[in-house]
């Protein structure tokens, strides 16, 4: 018997499952963890007044007419320009977190 990497819930090796993404890397409705926003103060500070908080739970719900991301955090719908949702590093849940 061969040894294999032990996968996390969402059925993806538990490497892949903690590798940090980029939230406008993550298809539509796949709920990913917030990590940490790559944005220097001035403009992170909306995004955390919004909710937008490392450990929150992010999901793409669909896209604007321009291709830009609109998310659900918390039940509330945000529109966010694609460099913005570029800088905000997500990790995968697994399918029970």
Do not use: H, N, Y
């Amino acid at each position: 018997m061969g040894s294999t990497a032990p996968e996390s819930m969402s059925g993806l090796p538990k490497e892949e499952a903690d590798v940090e993404l980029r939230l406008g890397d993550i298809p539509l409705r796949q709920t990913v963890e917030l990590v940490r926003i790559d944005l220097p103060a001035d403009r992170a500070e909306p995004l955390l007044e919004r909710g937008v908080l490392p450990g929150c739970r992010i999901c793409p719900v669909r896209s604007s007419p321009t291709g830009d991301p609109i998310i659900s955090v918390d039940g509330s719908l945000l529109a966010l320009r694609r460099e913005t949702a570029d800088c905000l590093c997500v990790r995968l849940l697994s399918d029970f977190s």
